[in-house]
Every structure is written in structure tokens, then in C-alpha cells.
């Protein structure tokens, strides 16, 4: 395994399901995308939080299939939220279990006043390392 999670036993465990750190050894293919939106290929957006989720996961999945890489390449993540979505943050955390399936990268939460359209409620960018 190139990827390895760092987790100091000397410091508190993660406040949810990601690893403090990741160390990539002997990597030679990274990807880094763009925040990805909860765009559908057709161009329309869902209303719900949880469901621009799943869309950001789906697009994310297909980025990393185009590049030869699986879910389980994403070594980090960092997730924004519109501020007044804050309460539906579950929602969206249950959306990258899903998507994960038990893998654990490095995570940052990010609360935004807004994103660049008003329908998107949040947008995700990982690195991804093979």
C-alpha cells in the first residue's frame, strides 16, 4: 500500500471518518481537482444538500476513473459548505461514507458565505495519489 494513514496515538482520534494525515510513499501519479459542484451532466442541479452530494461524488468517481484511479487514490478532501447549510452537514458526510466505502483520507470542512451559483450548497476537491 502506497497511501498510509498517520494517526499518533498520542493525539485525539478524528472528530468523524477521515485519518489526520495521509503519507504517500513512492507516489508517481497525483491528481489534484478543481472544487467539484454539484453539477448532473444534464446541467441541472438538485435542491436537497444531501443529493449535491451524491452528484459531487459521482462526478469525483468519474474524474479519478478518466485518470485510472479508484476512491480509494483520494489521500485528501476538503469539503466546503454555504454557511446556512451547516445543519444539513450530516447529509453530506453520509454522502462521502457512502462514496468511500470505509476508506479514510486526510478532511477539511470549509464554511463558505456563498459559491459562485447560488443553487450549489457545496463542492468538494481531493488530491488523489497512485
Known amino acids: 500500500v502506497m497511501n498510509h494513514q498517520i494517526l499518533p496515538p498520542t493525539i485525539a482520534p478524528p472528530a468523524a471518518n477521515y485519518a489526520h494525515a495521509v503519507l504517500s510513499v513512492d507516489a508517481s501519479r497525483l491528481l489534484h481537482t478543481s472544487g467539484v459542484v454539484p453539477t448532473r451532466p444534464d446541467g441541472s442541479v438538485p435542491e436537497a444538500i444531501g443529493d449535491q452530494a451524491v452528484v459531487v461524488w459521482q462526478t469525483i ?4 476513473t478518466e485518470a485510472d484511479m479508484l476512491l480509494s487514490s483520494i489521500v485528501s478532501i476538503t469539503t ?7 445543519g444539513a452537514l450530516p447529509a453530506v458526510m453520509a454522502a462521502r461514507d ?3 466505502g470505509g476508506h479514510r483520507a486526510s478532511s477539511t470542512l ?3 458565505p456563498a459559491l ?3 443553487e450549489w450548497k457545496m463542492e ?3 488530491v488523489a495519489v497512485a
Open 61 to 64: 468517481e468519474a474524474i479519478l
Open 80 to 86: 466546503y459548505v454555504v454557511v446556512d447549510h451547516l
Open 98 to 100: 457512502a462514496a468511500l
Open 110 to 112: 470549509v464554511t463558505v
Open 116 to 118: 459562485a451559483r447560488p
Open 124 to 126: 468538494i476537491a481531493v
